[in-house]
């Protein structure tokens, strides 16, 4: 990934945390933690989804929702490994 490539998933992570956040409620770790979540899944959501073939288009909402989709994800495994 070039430095350009590395900002733009920084923010959109940064967004898509938030939203997980939103969408996952009490599930979350406070704003910050979320944004962190975010930018986390955003990275793993650009690495897996292509890998198992999902293609939700280009552009920055699709680039939202899909971080944000990873950002879901990673917010669920993480809940789930709280509680145990």
């Known amino acids: 990934m070039e430095p350009r490539g590395i900002i733009v998933t920084l923010i959109i992570g940064a967004l898509a945390g ?9 599930a979350g770790f406070g ?3 979320n944004i962190v979540i975010g930018i986390v899944g955003a990275f793993v959501a650009s690495w897996i989804l292509p890998a ?31 509680r145990a």
């Open 18 to 26: 938030w939203l997980a956040g939103v969408i996952q409620r009490g």
């Open 31 to 33: 704003l910050v933690g």
């Open 52 to 82: 198992i073939g999902l293609n939700m288009g280009g552009g920055f909402i699709s680039s939202v929702l899909s971080a944000a989709l990873g950002g879901v994800i990673i917010l669920v495994i993480l809940s789930l490994i709280r």
